[in-house]
């Protein structure tokens, strides 16, 4: 039995895996990462548009600070998120952005003086203020009040991805590519890492560890029509609710992004409404504005992907092979623009469409996009339940989103919950020594070969392509955008019948190493149960926040609804026990209120009264405060020393 | 896009080094043509219907990640992006990008070449500073022009295209490589990195490096993202043959 030891074990070599690697690493922790692919192209590379940070510096962006980026979040999230979490990652979102920069993210800057841009159509001029020349610039994107997404043209991802992967590399931390954890080893609720199964080799391996990090993005791949990439397949959720222990938090909410090309979901960028561009319908006519007055096309994405998705149900859709889109319009913005800071959108025209959307419209429809359930993290990024199994980036539901998240607030989480997380890993891995028996080690092990000799020797029995192919039909058509009951129920049970169908897989290419068939028939099983736990969830929640519309339950329900799906899963189960864990309206700074864009149709809950006096009462009697004084007040966090400090603005000092 | 469908013909290079018995050969698949398919689509059909053991690496489908290079009809490129409606005659020959190890079938191990490539040019900002920034304040301020240009150099995504076009690196196993030529471009135009040039020489300065290079510019023909190699390997050159 081949066994690796390590003090932090990283599974997934996107940005919030490198982050937490790098944090381990810094603080003298032998670090690991496993990666199934080499760690530049993960799928954070494929955010076109920005990461949010409060920097405030363009013109558009001043007087912008942690707070606004706070109300922007907890509204997004429609007051699903934990607002701890929101507030902790508001107010290291500046100094992630800062350190980004120092390892080398050549950020788009401001440039002083006028600049042509499009606002709500038209073409205005504003003028950047000169004593902000060369500071990092933001564009604006949908459910911001400021301009906050700071961005690198059109390859803002990228290039994080990259500035954190050279870090990772001039630190020497190794990344183990092409490697796939099958299962986490826990004994009596502590994890200790994983069995690893080799994808060149076939060999299977214990990498045994202090601290275990899940960052393997979302489960996007549920879905038969995506932005994701192929890997978002939510093996890393898998792993976690395999343990039969550790929770999976809220996996019915499910992020449909508008734009997404037609058929084959490939994104365009939020920045291309964020820069001005409109959204039309088959009469060429801009319908945002009778839906949305205030926010048009840039209201959040679960708002705008139900408008779009309304529309084309009155029948202005524009009918094609695929089935019904909208138009894209970014014509206005001209080409010099497009060819610079929305060029990636360009190539994607071009080379997929045919198009060039200079001159062209872009046939778009609403697209599977995020995953904001995953797994259940508490704010330091340690599962409650099974110690020593840490998540963050998309793969957590550390909770900043809760049930819709924000454009630009996806890379800024993978990052800032990789530093945030990292130290929470590395004070772990200080604490704690390892004890662990090789009989445990090699339980697990055992367990996992068999399960592949299993497969190896069936001779008749399911095809995994096949069963992927229909949970991702039941996803799509039963667990979308709008969701209602009888629609739900069936998937759930659809679901079920195709879990016990992936039990009894076998294969046409039975050999042990490099086999594309075997790797889809050990992740398949696992993903119906995620599929499940998406479904399930939903069809129970009977109400409508954030992304998870319930045509049936139409109203924002806080008074019965105000809390997080916690998913399990028994082994041999053929369900996810579901349990709930309340958002304590008494703690939150920001209690519930109106989003100001989408249907306002709340049933409020008992203590949201009680809150905004008690928080009235609490300004009162503090009248000299400062804002920070008054957050200390209203929302205390715990934060690493390290991210303690206030962010400076141009203009405004320290303040 | 056009609805008279056509069967499509693959033939697609096939050798899985980790069976003891495999013999490397072109095997011939036959793949009905859909509107807008592209390699992507069709290589995932062969794999799903005719032969499951087929190995190929895709990761974002978009243009966006560089899994996906292979020579496709004698070009190096981006399996993802290219439209099976670009062959006229529907043959389409696959085989898996030179120059790197091959893993199997179509899939090779550009991440290995790659972090060794990185590690090579130590491809990171140096500057002993860099790990002791204030984040709290403002960060540093940098030109807008500046930053525009580092980011067009820094657009690579490690495909790997350069390499296999590359007619030195055939002659010259440990050629260095546009890939890598690019990368200290953007490193040396960068303010934040304080290499001087007599450092940038002790990494490029020889046969293996920039000199080495013999200026047929097949990474300029083939790379994907149209950078602009010619330009920066003759820039380094320059720069190279200045120092002592």
Known sequence: MKVIYTDSLVIGGGLAGLRVAIASMQRGYDTIVLSLIPAKRSHSAAAQGGMQASLGACIKGDGDDEDIHFADTVKGSDWGCDQDVARMFVNTSPKAIRQLAAWGVPWSRVRAGDREVVINGEKVTITEKAEAHGLISARDFGGTKKWRTCFTSDGAGHTMLYAMDNKAIQMGIPVHERKEALALIHDDGICYGAIVRDLITGELMAYVAKATTIATGGYGRLYSVTTNAVISEGIGNAIALETGIAPLGNMEAVQFHPTAIVP????????????????????????????????????????????????????????????????????????????????????????????????????????????????????????????????????????????????????????????????????????????????????????????????????????????????????????????????????????????????????????????????????????????????????????????????????????????????????????PDISYEELDVMKMEMPPGSRGYGVDNIVHHPDTKKRISQIETVREANPGADRFEMQELLNPITIPEKFKGKNERIGRGFK | MSDNERVLKFQVFRYNPQKKSDKPRMVTYEVTEAPGMTVFIALNEIREQQDPSLQFDFVCRAGICGSCAMVINGQPTLACRTLTSKYESGEIKLLPLPGFELIGDLSVNTGKFMRAMSERVESWIHDIHADQVDYNKLEERMDPDVADQIYELERCVECGCCVSACATKRMRPDFLSAVGFMRLARFALDPRDKRTDEEFYEIMGDDDGVFGCMTLLGCEDYCPKDLPHQTQIAYLRRKMVLVK
């Open chain 1, 264 to 575: 084959v979901g490939i994104l365009t960028t939020e920045g291309c409404r964020g820069d001005g561009g409109l959204l039309l319908d088959r009469d060429g006519y801009r319908f945002m504005p009778d839906y949305e007055p205030d926010k048009k096309e840039l209201a959040s994405r679960d708002v705008v992907s139900r408008r779009m998705t309304e529309h084309m149900r009155e029948g202005k859709g524009v009918p094609s092979r695929y089935g019904d889109h909208l138009w894209l319009d970014i014509r206005l913005l001209g080409r010099k623009h497009i060819e610079k800071n929305l060029r990636e959108v360009k190539e994607i025209c071009e080379y997929f469409l045919g198009i060039d959307p200079v001159e062209e419209l872009i046939p778009v429809r609403p697209t599977q996009h995020y995953s904001m359930g995953g797994v259940r993290t508490r704010a330091t990024g340690e599962s409650p339940a099974l110690k020593g199994l840490f998540s963050a980036g998309e793969a957590a539901c550390w909770d900043m989103h809760g049930f819709n998240r924000l454009g630009g607030n996806s890379v800024a989480e993978t990052v800032v919950a990789g530093m945030i997380v990292g130290e929470y890993v590395a004070d772990y891995c200080a604490a704690n020594p390892l004890n662990i028996s090789t009989t445990t080690i090699e339980h697990f092990m055992r367990q996992e070969e068999k399960k592949i000799t299993d497969l190896l020797l069936r001779n008749h029995g399911e095809n995994p392509f096949q069963l992927k192919a229909e949970m991702q039909k039941i996803m799509m058509d039963k667990v979308g955008i709008f969701r209602n009951g009888p629609d739900l129920e069936q998937a759930v049970e659809e679901l079920k019948s195709l879990n016990q169908r992936a039990r009894n897989i076998a294969l046409r290419n039975r050999i042990s190493s490099s086999n594309p068939e075997l790797v889809e028939a050990i992740r398949v099983p696992k993903m119906i149960k995620l599929a499940q736990c998406v479904a399930y969830g939903a069809l129970l929640r009977t109400e409508s926040r954030g992304a998870h519309a319930r045509e049936d339950y139409p109203e924002r329900n806080d008074k019965d609804w105000l809390k997080r799906t916690l998913a399990t899963w028994k082994e041999g189960s053929d369900l």
